[in-house]
């Protein structure tokens, strides 16, 4: 199987800087992935990261180091609208599906 | 342009009944994706369609899930007979190449109790 593991939940407050880890053991590995989901609603598509190193994206940044099987979320100037799910997914192989953890549920308060 | 749509959107049944779940990609995507999250698990991968061909169905849990896809267009997930461990919410999506060459669009889900 393919283990994914997350922090089940963390907390932070409006206009700070929060991480979240997620580290990977997979029979190969073709890109990792990070998707967020407000509750009750679609999972929308975040960062993608198939080579070492960071990927920027406005106040996202996703960061991969794939010699240790880890990457992190990385998310600036938090809003109480960031409060939701973050799913960290792979691509082992050529598979073209995902695996997911768990999901992070972030809590963004005042 | 509409997203990736589902129907319905919950649907609760008893045990030993039929439901059928439908998603309708987004126009134009080739690729179609049905995943499961079961009660305080992650979410997981069931089946994917290259238009109307299964490509992989290795996560289908057993004979009583069917999907199709007639006509390359949208995808039905049929449940028969349902049972209590088949509750879970039951996510579509699609994307128009390789997941790691163009993003895939999820829908809301259907949420799928058992009783």
């Known amino acids: 199987g393919q283990n994914i593991d997350q922090p089940t939940e963390m907390t932070a407050t409006e206009g700070a800087i929060v991480q979240i880890n997620c580290t990977y053991q997979?029979?190969?590995?073709?890109?990792l992935f990070w998707y967020q989901q407000h509750a009750g609603e679609a999972p929308t598509f975040l960062s993608y990261n198939v080579l070492d190193g960071l990927e920027e994206k406005g106040r996202f940044s996703s960061f991969l180091s794939r010699s240790k099987g880890y990457s992190y979320l990385l998310l600036k100037e938090l809003q109480m609208k960031d409060s939701a799910s973050y799913l960290c997914?792979?691509?082992?192989?050529?598979?073209?599906?995902?695996?997911f953890g768990s999901g992070t549920k972030l809590n963004v308060k005042p | 342009e509409a997203g990736v749509t589902q129907f319905p959107s919950h649907s609760v049944i008893e045990k030993g009944q039929t439901v059928t779940l439908r998603c309708d990609p987004i126009?134009?995507?080739?690729?179609l994706y049905w995943y499961r999250r079961v009660m305080g698990k992650e979410i997981k991968f069931l089946l994917h369609?290259?238009?109307?061909?299964?490509?992989?169905e290795s996560g289908m849990p057993n004979n009583r899930f069917l999907a199709e896809r007639t006509g390359g267009t949208y995808s039905t997930l049929k449940v028969q007979p349902a049972e209590l461990e088949d509750s879970g919410v039951y996510f579509c999506?699609?994307?128009?190449?390789?997941?790691?060459?163009?993003?895939?669009?999820f829908g809301q889900g259907t949420r799928l109790t058992v009783v």
């Open positions: 126009s134009g995507h080739d690729n």
């Open positions: 369609f290259v238009k109307e061909s299964k490509q992989d």
């Open positions: 997979t029979s190969g590995f073709n890109g």
């Open positions: 997914a792979v691509e082992p192989y050529n598979f073209n599906k995902f695996y």
């Open positions: 999506a699609s994307s128009q190449d390789r997941i790691t060459n163009t993003e895939a669009f």
